[in-house]
């Protein structure tokens, strides 16, 4: 069993940044690809990034986002730049055992509980 943790997440103002973590426990980190999703009150979970295992696979879904990993952390990142408000949305850390590119929920086996981004004013 996996078990991402996700930190980080808060109010920020618009154009700020802000860095998303998420701690991955119950099996090595290293077998493991990671991806972000996010979702709106009202609107269907979306892609927002993917790493592979190695980090050999990165795949984009949404832009000003960059996504890393720690291997020696067990942990990955999301730094988020020039946030806007319709970033607003809960980011969900999700671990996969599939290789290669990843980027629909169906793919990623675990979740995380979701942390709260909020770009106000």
């Known amino acids: 069993q996996v078990r991402p943790v996700e930190s980080g997440g808060g109010l920020v103002q618009p154009g700020g940044s802000l860095r998303l973590s998420c701690a991955a426990s119950g099996r090595t980190f290293n077998t493991l690809g990671m991806g972000w999703f996010r979702q709106a009150p009202g609107s269907e979970r979306e892609f927002v990034a993917s790493i592979s295992r190695s980090a050999s696979s990165i795949l984009y879904g949404k832009g000003r986002f960059t996504i890393s990993r720690d291997d020696a952390k067990n942990t990955v990142y999301l730094q988020m730049n020039s946030l806007k408000p319709e970033d607003t949305a809960v980011y969900y850390c999700?671990?996969?055992?599939?290789?290669?590119?990843?980027?629909?929920?169906?793919?990623?086996?675990?979740w995380g509980q979701g942390t709260q981004v909020t770009v106000s004013s």
């Open positions: 999700a671990a996969t055992s599939r290789v290669g590119y990843n980027s629909i929920p169906k793919e990623f086996d675990y």
